[in-house]
Structures are given as C-alpha cells and as structure tokens.
C-alpha cells in the first residue's frame, strides 16, 4: 500500500517537473465504475445503494473541480462551467440500473442544481416566461442530463462491455478452470473459505460451493455484509475481508487480464480492453476533427472487466498492483487531451497535442487522481504525444464491431449483418481502422438486422392475413397478467416465464444465473461438467434462507406463464 502510494507521488513530481509550460485541456475520457450495490446473491434487484450514490456523486464533483471550474488549471477550453451543455458532454452507461444511476449521481456532482452552483444568482436562459415570471427546474434548479444507455442488443454496447455476449471470453474464462494456477489456489484457499461458511455464507450458498470458484460472488457478498450488516461485521476480522479480496481480485484478473497464457486465444480475455482503447482514440478523434467544439467530457459508466483488461494491455499492471485487484467503488480510468503553448484560442496541429493517463482508486478523501505512464514507458514519460499514443493503442484495440464479431465468435443480432462477408469464427486476426469512417460503419450490423426482422415479420404478417381471410382464423385473447405485475428492474421487458434459477446438468441444487446481464460466473454453465457453480442450499425450496438476512423476508411471488392466445377457428 505504502509503496503504492510511494510511487504514485513519484509519477505526480516527475510529470510536475515537465510542466514548466502552460497546458490547456481539450478534452477527457473518464470511465467510472459502479457505486456500492447490493450482491448478486442477495435477494431482490441489484441497485445502487444510498452510499454508493454518495460515492458517485463525489466522484462528479471531484471531476467538477479539475475540469469545469473556470480557476482550475486543468479546467477544458471553454467548457460550460454552470450549465450542462450536450453538444460538448457524453455521457455513455450500460443498461444495468445500478450503473445508470450511478452515471445518473455523478452528473449530480459534476453539474449541480444551479441554485447551488450559483447561489441563487443565475437562472436557466428559459426560464423567464411571457408574463415576466420566473420559472425555475424543480430541486433547486436540477439539472437533466441525457445519459445514452446501452443494452447488449446495441452494436455500441461492446465499446463499454466487450465481454458481455462474447463466447471465446466465456470459453477463455472456462479454460482457467483447468491451470495450474486454479487447482494450486483452489486447494490452498479451501480452509480459509470453510472459515466463513458457518458464520456468514450457510444459507446462502451450499457448503460444496464454498470456494475459490466463486471467488467473486462470495467477495461480493462478504464485502457488502461487511459495510452493512452489523453480523456479518461482528464475525468478519480486516484481514479476513483482505484475504477474500486479494482471492477475488487474483480470479477476475486471471479471467480477464493474465496475458501470460498462451493458450488464451489473441488476448481474448482483454477483449473489454480492447474495445474500450478504441472508444477511447475515437472520442478523443471527435475532440479533434470538431477543433474542440465537441467531446470535451465524455463519461463512460460500466463494470471492472474493462479496468483490468485495458491495465493488462497498457501494462499498467508491471508498475502497480492497484491495477490486477478490483478497483474500489467508484474508480476512475482518465485519459486527457491537451496542448501546450499560450495561445488557447486556436486550436493546435495534431503533433502538437499530447495525451496522459491517470487513475483515482477509490473515492475518499485519501484517493488522489495520480498519472501512470503506458505502455511499459519510463514514469518520466507519462505525457505522451498524440502520434506515441494511438500507436500504442493500436497495437491491441478492436476498431470495429465486425472486428469484435469474428474475434468472439458472437451470435448478437447486430453481428448477424457481418455474416455474408465471411463465416464469424473464434480468434480471427482482422483489420481495424480507429479514423471517423471506421467509427461511422459501426451501425451497418444494426440496420442489417433490422431489415432483415422486418422483412421476416412482414412475410409472417402477409401468410397470417392470408389465413383469417381464406382459412376463417378468428383471434381471441385470454386475460393475463398486466406488465406492471411482472416486477424485476427490467420492467416491460422481463417475462413472467424469465428464470433467476436454473439446474445445471452434473451440479446439485439451483444454479443462480447472473439476473443483470453477463458477468462472472456465466461461463461457468456453459457446460455441465465444466460447471463450479453456486449451489443454493441442497435444492430449489432453500432459495429465499439467507443468513444473516440484509433485510426483512419479504413473500416471494411466483408469476405464473399465461394461457397462449386460443385461435377459433369458425367458417
């Protein structure tokens, strides 16, 4: 830690010691991660916490102060300072509830009502009406920002989530099942995992499932448990939380940062790294082309798989082991745009504009934002021209989501576009172009698959009209559940027939299948004899024990699947 620390301060008066010279900020990519939640294994919809909003919205205001305020020396060239402005701000989340509200409370910090922003000294430029009035936003003033959210049906998903829907990651992260590395730490962490079963973890997962092979899920519910819960608390020591996360952090960093292997296919673990190098050239291109009209602050919410990934990639892991555990609720990965000379007004040639990493761990008050050189560079070289930079990210991004299809052999609907160029097939080498227009070709996929449900929709509409009218079909619907009934943070979209529980062939009791969207442990159910999955007690009817409980029992509802629409058939 203290090292750490040591040589985060060293890298801070190195890049000091070169800024003898006025620098202006043009833009940042700043990719943040979640708040506090609640576990997976805990009852209920995963969401973000009351302090895990506090976190986030720390988290904006520190990023307010660096980059909005007109004072700091970091401030970006003319960036609104009071107002959100959405021709210079993106903001891009998943679809998970949890990471939308933590981009939602982050913006809370980074942009607050005005009336706190102003002191109750500035009003909205539509706020005066006809009549002389004044008419403010509610809260004081609370700002609107648009946060673009995407679901894993959105070809622009894989640039925050490369991993989510990627087969070869999955396969990849089931092959760690079988190393060395696995069994050593599988046989030697046994003991220690049996240690937390009775006080903490009996009834909420079976006494077989207590291991390194659901390293995460356990950390997940232990650290949470550890905050909140008083019990859990009361039989849970400092070094026992370490020692669970040091395991956690060694699995996912196995599953997506170990580049070590050469068994792993092209890096494809690091495949959320991947994509997410290339988003972040792009944004910084659009700065660019724009002369700064545009991407000032672009915001990226998601998960940990792109942190360890792209450190893996970047080789930030070699010089700090912030990098290969799980970052802290809240982290942050910046990478900042500027130029260097004294006149802000014009914008400078490409050659003369430079970039620099920088990373908070963390968001308390003792998290600095500290500069960490790429690429294996010297720490005298974290500020890197532009030219150094997107060489080094060019070594390893994927460019395009044609790129991102064949390399994971994905099934997505957007991919299905890409199939006539070619069979999509695991750990295909491809071309990647990061300039505008091969940003621009990235929603082809999307537009193919469109047409091509439409076309099929249509064809099915026409034989079923064909029907009523030559056969007699008659359609008659039968009363069922409303959407509203079906619950879930889903809302409309999740079905009645939807399942949090699954059995798995070869494993015993329930398996829970991750109920937000692909993360650890999924590939484990790809294959029955491959699976270390979670057992929940000794079968189906233990699912709702949970000890010690984060709260009250509340009665499961058990949404039946509606009757299917009856045809009558009459001449």
Same mark, same amino acid.
Request: proline share 4%; aromatic share 8%.
């Given at each position: 830690m203290f090292l750490a620390m040591f040589i985060g301060c060293l890298f801070m008066i190195l890049a000091s010691a070169q800024s003898g010279y006025t620098e202006t900020v043009y833009s940042a990519v700043v990719f943040t991660l979640y708040g506090d939640r609640n576990p997976y294994l805990a009852d209920g919809d995963t969401v973000l916490t009351p302090l895990g909003a506090q976190q986030l919205y720390s988290a904006g205001s520190t990023f307010r102060d660096r980059y909005v305020i007109p004072s700091s020396p970091q401030a970006i060239n003319n960036i609104s300072a009071l107002e959100i402005d959405g021709s210079e701000t993106f903001v891009m989340s998943t679809a998970d509830g949890y990471i939308v509200t933590s981009a939602q409370a982050f913006m809370q910090g980074l942009y607050p009502p005005l009336d706190i922003s102003t002191n109750h000294t500035v009003i909205n430029s539509m706020s005066v009406l006809a009549n002389g009035s004044n008419i403010d936003f509610p809260l004081g003033g609370y700002q609107y920002p648009t946060i673009y959210t995407t679901s894993s049906l959105d070809p622009n998903s894989i640039w925050i989530a490369g991993e989510v829907n990627c087969p070869a990651y999955m396969s990849s992260a089931a092959d760690y099942l079988y190393t060395a590395d696995f069994t050593y730490t599988e046989e030697n962490s046994m003991s220690f995992y049996q240690s937390l079963y009775s006080p903490i973890l009996e009834g909420v997962l079976s006494n077989s499932s207590v291991g390194y092979g659901n390293a995460y899920p356990i950390f997940d519910y232990v650290n949470f448990g550890y905050i909140h819960n008083d019990t859990i608390r009361s039989n849970l020591n400092d070094s026992d939380l370490e020692q669970v996360r040091a395991l956690a952090s060694q699995y996912v960093y196995a599953i997506n940062g170990n580049l070590t292997n050469g068994h792993f296919r092209e *890096?494809?673990?690091?495949?959320?790294?991947?994509?997410?190098? #290339?988003?972040?050239?792009?944004?910084?291109? %659009?700065?660019?082309?724009?002369?700064?009209?545009?991407?000032?602050?672009?915001?990226?919410?998601?998960?940990?798989?792109?942190?360890?990934?792209?450190?893996?990639?970047? $080789?930030? /892991?070699?010089?700090?082991?912030?990098?290969?555990?799980?970052? *802290?609720?809240?982290?942050?990965?910046?990478?900042?745009?500027?130029? =260097?000379?004294?006149?802000? %007004?014009?914008?400078?040639?490409?050659?003369? @504009?430079?970039?620099?990493?920088?990373?908070?761990?963390?968001?308390?008050? #003792?998290?600095? @934002?500290?500069?960490?050189?790429?690429?294996?560079?010297?720490?005298? *070289?974290?500020?890197?021209?532009?030219?150094?930079?997107? /060489?080094?990210?060019?070594?390893?991004?994927?460019?395009?989501?044609?790129? &991102?299809?064949?390399?994971?052999? #994905?099934?997505?609907? !957007?991919?299905?576009?890409?199939?006539?160029?070619?069979?999509?097939? &695991?750990?295909? +080498?491809?071309?990647?172009?990061?300039?505008? /227009?091969?940003?621009?070709?990235?929603?082809?996929?999307? =537009?193919?698959?469109?047409?091509?449900?439409?076309?099929?929709?249509?064809?099915?509409?026409?034989?079923?009209? @064909?029907?009523?009218?030559?056969?007699?079909?008659?359609?008659?619907?039968?009363?069922? $559940?409303?959407?509203?009934?079906?619950?879930? !943070?889903?809302?409309?979209?999740? @079905?009645?027939?939807?399942?949090?529980?699954?059995?798995?062939?070869?494993?015993?009791?329930?398996?829970?299948? +991750? $109920?937000?969207?692909?993360?650890?442990?999924? &590939?484990?159910?790809?294959?029955?004899?491959?699976? $270390?999955?979670?057992?929940?007690?000794?079968?189906?009817?233990?699912? #709702?024990?949970?000890?010690?409980?984060?709260?009250?029992?509340?009665?499961?509802?058990?949404?039946?699947?509606?009757?299917? =629409?009856?045809?009558?058939?009459r001449v």
């Open positions: *890096q494809i673990q690091a495949v959320a790294g991947r994509t997410f190098a #290339s988003e972040v050239v792009g944004l910084l291109m %659009n700065n660019i082309a724009t002369l700064g009209a545009s991407s000032k602050i672009n915001l990226l919410f998601g998960s940990f798989e792109p942190f360890l990934s792209f450190a893996a990639l970047a $080789k930030l /892991s070699d010089i700090n082991s912030y990098f290969n555990q799980l970052p *802290q609720p809240g982290s942050s990965m910046v990478f900042e745009l500027f130029g =260097v000379g004294d006149d802000i %007004n014009t914008y400078p040639d490409m050659d003369q @504009l430079y970039v620099r990493f920088l990373f908070r761990n963390g968001t308390d008050d #003792s998290s600095a @934002l500290i500069s960490y050189p790429l690429f294996g560079n010297s720490p005298s *070289q974290v500020d890197m021209s532009l030219e150094d930079f997107t /060489s080094g990210m060019d070594s390893f991004t994927l460019g395009s989501v044609e790129d &991102w299809c064949n390399t994971c052999g #994905s099934l997505s609907i !957007f991919c299905a576009g890409y199939a006539n160029s070619g069979s999509i097939r &695991w750990g295909t +080498n491809s071309s990647f172009d990061n300039s505008n /227009s091969g940003k621009m070709n990235m929603m082809q996929p999307a =537009v193919a698959g469109v047409i091509g449900a439409v076309a099929a929709l249509a064809v099915a509409g026409i034989a079923f009209a @064909l029907m009523m009218l030559l056969g007699g079909v008659r359609m008659t619907r039968s009363r069922s $559940k409303r959407r509203s009934e079906l619950g879930g !943070f889903k809302g409309a979209e999740k @079905l009645a027939s939807d399942p949090d529980l699954t059995v798995v062939k070869g494993s015993s009791g329930a398996t829970v299948l +991750n $109920k937000d969207h692909q993360r650890l442990g999924s &590939w484990e159910l790809s294959e029955g004899h491959k699976a $270390k999955a979670m057992d929940i007690g000794e079968g189906p009817q233990t699912h #709702s024990a949970r000890h010690p409980s984060y709260q009250a029992n509340d009665d499961i509802s058990e949404h039946q699947i509606p009757d299917p =629409v009856k045809a009558d058939e």
